[in-house]
């Protein structure tokens, strides 16, 4: 059996932060609220900069393609999961492609909230087994304040824009990180708690559709999306732990989604793991969705903490409702 890794790795984010004492001054919410509610302190945001989300995530692709010391020719798929894509069509994922100058690769894009980057990794590590492709440029990214409806102080506070790329590929000449295992499920049966209502076959654009503001991400009843949250990640963390035959005691790191500290701090606490050895970004980043645990994972290798060798786990869920894990040695 082929031995499937992260060849390269890459993180951006926009320059603009949004601090929570700015966003008292736009709702009406305090640094407080938003600290004890979800740990987040400020967030990058695409703000007045004129920049597309495939713009955002050109300098993660080219970092992660010249840490995986390959040639970007020889990049034969790329994938983007993303909400928030540079138009309905054609695909992020083939703008990405013209920015890089590639001129042959399967592009497409994905809706998995903020599973992205898991799914991702699936879908990557499937199509490489295939024996059809070499290299998978695999991209998870957002920018959530784009569709941030600024009035509404449930999810203003909540979503940072950035983004996070891997080259996925086969580990010859032991090369790599190896993708030990992933996992990903999905129940649509919830969908509308966490949904974007305006824009698609339902309610097509239309003045009309402006006016009820339905250009908006939505979410319903946030303490049920909470408690899905926690409960899917702890689950399927551990499936796919049974299934290595492993446990929490050999994961040196868990990287969560970066929705909500008090998230993490739970599915931590169920899967055993103490809170020194969960990475924690949301502070400064606040919930990037499908870019978020790319982000955790390049700042946390940035700052030294994450070493050559050490087992991670990683866990999140999103809208959809999608969910997923994935174990990496890193
Ligand atoms: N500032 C001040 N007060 C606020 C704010 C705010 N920004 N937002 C909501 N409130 C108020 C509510 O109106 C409510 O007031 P009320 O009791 O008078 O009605 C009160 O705070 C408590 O609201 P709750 O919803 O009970 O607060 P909760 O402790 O559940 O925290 C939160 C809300 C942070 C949204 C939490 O439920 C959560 O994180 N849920 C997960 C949702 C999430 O992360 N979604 C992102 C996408 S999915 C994902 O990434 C996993």
Known sequence: MKRIGILGLGYNFPKTILTNAELEKMV?????????????????????????????????????????????SEIDVIIVGT??????????????????????????????????FLYGLDIARGLILSGNYKYVLTVGSEQLTKITNWEDRNTCVLFGDGSGAAIVGDMKDDKGHEIIGVLNDGDGHLGDLLIMYGGGSVNPMSHEMIDKKLQYLNMDKGGEVFKHAILNMTKISLNLLKKHDMTTEQIDWLIPHQANIRIME???????????RVAITVD???????????????????????????????????????????????
């Not at 740990?39 to 995986?68: F, Q, W, Y």
């Not at 980043?285 to 994972?297: C, K, Q, R, V």
């Open 28 to 72: 009406d919410t305090s640094d407080e609220w938003i600290t004890q509610r979800t740990g987040i302190k400020e967030r990058h945001i695409v703000g007045n900069e004129t920049m597309a989300n495939s713009d955002m995530i050109l300098p993660a692709a080219e970092k992660a393609i010249a840490e995986a010391g390959i040639d970007k």
């Open 83 to 116: 909400v928030t894509p540079d138009y309905f069509f054609p695909s992020t994922a083939a703008m990405l492609q013209k920015k890089l100058g590639i001129k042959h690769a399967m592009v497409l894009d994905f809706s998995a909230g903020c599973t992205g």
């Open 266 to 276: 739970k599915v931590a606490e169920r899967l055993n793991i103490p809170k020194e």
């Open 284 to 330: 400064r980043y606040g919930n990037t969705s499908a870019a978020s645990i790319p982000m955790a994972l390049g700042t946390y290798i940035d700052e030294g903490k994450i070493k050559e060798g050490q087992m991670l786990l990683m866990t999140a869920f999103g809208a959809g409702f999608t969910w997923g894990s994935a174990i990496i040695k890193w």
